[in-house]
């Protein structure tokens, strides 16, 4: 995915006034790029850029956990007590230099975890913006995704959370940062959001459909046998069908 395209998404996660209309095309994107083999939306790049250091930190561990390993801070620059730059490595970095007296089982864990991995990934704050720099996303050890548990699905509050808002009308925009601002510890990735608005759509549509058939069928009683009366209760500005009597 190009850097525009997710720069593109990243203004949307912040702007609650944007809004996305054309939720069918999202989802066509987001299947294309769920169905490439071994993907992890929302990777890292260099050239990504970030509203703050804070969700550059979250989406650094968030692909890191997604990709089976884990990552620890290694350096911090500050300009007037500002942070500029920061340097994040795989756990498994560094090299153990043994100590003459230490402990033999100390010794054996200070091994386990400095394997000189050559994971990095290096992040400056230019402006109001932070970019990553550069990026070595090589390991020199096995990766074990079966170890970690995967974010990618959204939990059943947060879906919850948007099929509320879905079915009060808020468009894509203004549900991402709601999402954000009620969860403020999670990630939240845009694309699932799009997903899970597409699928809580549809199921609106299709209660939709359902009752204005239900209604056709009894109109169509109305019309043919005596007997039958049918009053519609309409809502909204659409008019939209609420009630038979």
């Keep these: 995915m190009d850097n525009v395209h997710k720069h593109h998404l990243f203004e949307v996660y ?18 294309s790029v769920s169905s490439e083999e071994d993907c992890v939306l929302f990777g890292l790049e260099v050239g990504d850029v970030f509203e703050s250091w804070d969700s550059a930190e979250k989406q650094v561990v968030y692909c890191a956990k997604n990709n089976g390993f884990e990552v620890k801070k290694f350096r911090l620059e500050k300009n007037k007590g500002e942070i500029v730059r920061r340097t994040f490595k795989c756990k498994f970095s560094g090299v153990y230099r043994a100590q003459k007296k230490a402990d033999i089982e ?11 991995c050559p994971w ?11 970019y990553v720099t550069s990026l070595c996303n090589e390991h020199n050890h096995s990766l074990e ?15 919850e959370e948007i099929k509320f808002l879905v079915n009060i009308g808020c468009g894509a925009g203004p549900i991402i940062c709601a999402l954000q ?20 759509q549809n199921i ?16 169509k009683l109305q019309r043919e046998e005596h007997g039958w009366f049918v009053k519609a209760r309409l809502e909204g500005k659409d008019n939209h069908l609420t009630g038979l009597f």
């Design 14 to 31: 912040f702007s609650a006034d944007e809004e996305i209309d054309d939720v069918n095309e999202l989802q066509d994107e987001y299947e």
């Design 106 to 116: 100390d010794t054996r864990e200070r091994k386990s975890v400095r394997m000189n």
């Design 120 to 130: 990095n990934i290096n992040l400056q704050l230019t402006g109001d913006l932070v």
């Design 204 to 219: 609106q549509n299709k209660s939709k459909s359902d009752a204005a058939e239900t209604f056709e069928k009894l109109m």
């Design 181 to 200: 601002k009620r969860f403020p510890e999670i990630v939240i990735h845009p694309k699932y959001v799009y997903n899970a608005i597409y699928r809580f």
């Design 145 to 159: 995704k079966e170890n970690f548990v995967s974010n990618r699905q959204l939990s059943p509050e947060i879906l």
